[in-house]
């Protein structure tokens, strides 16, 4: 079974400082991970996923397999980055691509 | 382009009621999944559809039913509502894993 930790409930930070929005997996396979964004009242959107290696909206992320954690970081946060902020992951063989989320990050970014 | 329509946005039912939850996308995707979100506990897969004519049972099945009607469309019906199905459902559809989702607006059910 696989499963997604997002320890932290919220995080709040000011505008211009480093984020890091922590995740972490446990799965005996190999995974494909992903970070979804969920602005205020707007639909769940893809941000990133490991296997295009993108930048998006000044946002990476970094596969540690040996950590197995899959942390969003971004250098210098701005306001339109208050949103939730939600981990998943996919196998990728079998398991018909379903995704399994944590329980997500509400990012606060203050001015 | 709509991508993912849900239907309906909004809804409240009493206790024992039935509805069904409409989803249909344009994208000519193969998989679609229904989940509910909750507060505190992220989103959950209820079923899903690996391909048309296939459903299977995910996370948190119990008191849902679903038809993959074509390969656009994907319902999610409540025989017999209960408040614990208060929550926010979300429908997605994925091309293929690598690609990930693209989710609908969501419909926000209460059950009282």
């Known amino acids: 079974a696989q499963r997604v930790t997002q320890p932290e409930k919220l995080l709040s930070v000011f505008k211009g400082a480093p984020v890091e929005l922590k995740c972490n997996y446990s799965?005996?396979?190999?995974?494909?991970l992903f970070w979804y964004v969920q602005y205020s009242r707007q639909r769940l959107q893809l941000l990133l996923r490991?296997?295009s290696r993108e930048s998006i909206k000044g946002f990476t992320a970094d596969l540690n397999k040996g950590e197995t954690s899959f942390h969003l970081k971004k250098p210098f946060a701005q306001e339109e980055d208050s949103a939730m902020y939600y981990c998943a992951l996919s196998p990728l063989t079998g398991g018909g691509n379903k995704l399994t989320f944590g329980t997500g990050t509400q990012l606060k970014v203050e001015l | 382009n709509a991508g993912v329509t849900q239907t309906p946005k909004f809804q409240v039912l009493k206790t024992g009621q039935s509805m069904t939850l409409q989803c249909a996308q344009d994208?000519?995707?193969?998989?679609m999944y229904w989940y509910r979100q909750d507060p505190g506990m992220g989103l959950r897969l209820i079923y899903y559809s690996a391909s048309e004519g296939t459903t299977d049972k995910g996370e948190v099945p119990n008191g849902y039913n679903v038809s993959r009607l074509n390969k656009r469309e994907f319902s999610l019906r409540l025989e017999s509502a209960a408040p614990s199905q208060t929550s926010v459902y979300f429908c997605?559809?994925?091309?293929?894993?690598?690609?990930?989702?693209?989710f609908g607006s969501g419909t926000r059910l209460t059950v009282v």
């Open positions: 799965y005996s396979g190999s995974p494909e």
């Open positions: 997605a559809s994925s091309l293929d894993r690598v690609f990930g989702y693209t």
């Open positions: 490991h296997i």
């Open positions: 994208m000519n995707h193969n998989s």
